[in-house]
Structures are given as C-alpha cells and as structure tokens.
C-alpha cells in the first residue's frame, strides 16, 4: 500500500467507471484519493460525479486549445498542480501524445471494452458483433503512444450472446469493468504490478 500515489482520473462522458473507483475508495478497497478529475467536455457528466464526492474537477475544453500540444499541456498542469501520481482513463476518448505520455511512463492506466489486441478502437461492441465472435470482455493496460496497444495487466472474458445487442453487449462488460479496474488500481497502489517489455506480472 502506498498512501502516496495520488490518483487523477481523465474521462469524456458519463463517468460509470470513475464511480466505480470512487465507490472502491470509499469502502477502503482503494486506499488513497483522487486528486482531481479532468474532463475535455464541458457536459460530462463525471464532472458531476466528482463534484458530488466533494472531488475537484476541471474541464479543459479541447475546442478552446488552439493545438493538441496546448490541450494537453494544460491537463498535464492540472495533474501536477495536483500531484497526481497514477493517471486513470476511464472513458476518455483521445489518444494521448508520446509527449503526455512521457510525462507519466508506466503510470497511465485505460480500460477498453474488448480482449485486447482484438477489437481496439472506439467501436469495440459494434466491431465485436459485426465479427461473430463468441466471447469478448475488457481490458486493463497500460498506455503508450499507440491505440489501446500499451502492455495488458488485466482480462475479464464476457460471453457474446447469440442476441445480443450493442446494448446489452456494453452493459454486460461494464459490470466486469467496475470490478477489475479498481481491483488493478488497488494491485498498483501496492507494488505489485510489474512491468517488462510488453510482460506485466502481478504479485501474488
């Protein structure tokens, strides 16, 4: 356990995931705080999700950044403002910079909607269903400077119903999501996720 690994949580939308991390915080799976939630849309509900656990959170709205470079500049001087120690997506729609990245190496964690490499993109349900596939699942990795391609630490394999929509599809993933990434969270914060190459090992 390391109390001082203060998380930032980045996310575009309606924020299930970063509620699901808040809920772990407050029953002491996670053990330690979010230091502030960025969001790039102003409407995002996980705006109002933090505000609600009294969790600061910022907007920085990437239609008023004139570059990339100056979006993210500013979200990484909201992480360090806060001392952000282990930056989570959850939901965030834009693949970030090798510069970003550098900014946080082996300290950015994502989740996506599918078993990784299959499936990568921001279409993962519809792409799974057009495919035929019999089972799917999500993914906790690693960031790096591709899409969804960083080392993978976790899986979570969800049956494809025969009449599954892209609906009931997403619903079923997402009750995985809101168990594995704060349980990946909580490995993290305790030393024992270890990385080598594309190889992460978890401690037992």
């Known amino acids: 356990m390391n109390n001082q690994i203060i998380l930032g949580v980045l996310a575009s939308g309606r924020g299930s995931d970063l509620q699901s991390i808040i809920d772990a915080i407050e029953n002491g799976q996670i053990k330690t705080k979010i230091g502030v939630v960025l969001t790039d849309k102003p409407e995002a509900m996980a705006l109002e999700r933090a505000r609600k656990a009294g969790i600061p959170a910022v907007c920085v709205d990437r239609k008023k950044c ?3 470079e100056e979006f993210e500049q500013k979200l990484v001087e909201q992480l360090k403002k806060y001392n952000v120690g282990l930056v989570v997506l959850a939901g965030f729609m834009r693949i970030l910079s090798p510069y970003f990245v550098n900014e946080f190496k082996n300290c950015i964690l994502n989740i996506h909607p599918s078993l990784l490499p299959s499936f990568g993109g921001a279409h993962a ?3 799974v269903l057009a495919y035929g596939v019999k089972v799917s699942g999500c ?3 690693f960031v790096d400077e591709g899409m ?3 080392p993978i630490i976790m899986q979570k394999a969800v049956p494809v119903l025969d009449d599954d929509t892209e609906e009931t599809l997403s619903a079923r993933v997402l009750e ?5 990434y704060p349980k990946v969270i909580e490995l993290y914060l305790a030393g024992k996720i270890h990385v080598n190459g594309r190889h992460v ?4």
């Open 176 to 180: 995985q999501e809101h168990i594995i």
């Open 139 to 141: 993914t906790v990795h």
């Open 201 to 204: 090992t978890i401690d037992d």
């Open 148 to 150: 969804d391609s960083g």
């Open 66 to 68: 004139s570059t990339k």
């Open 125 to 127: 349900h519809r792409d």
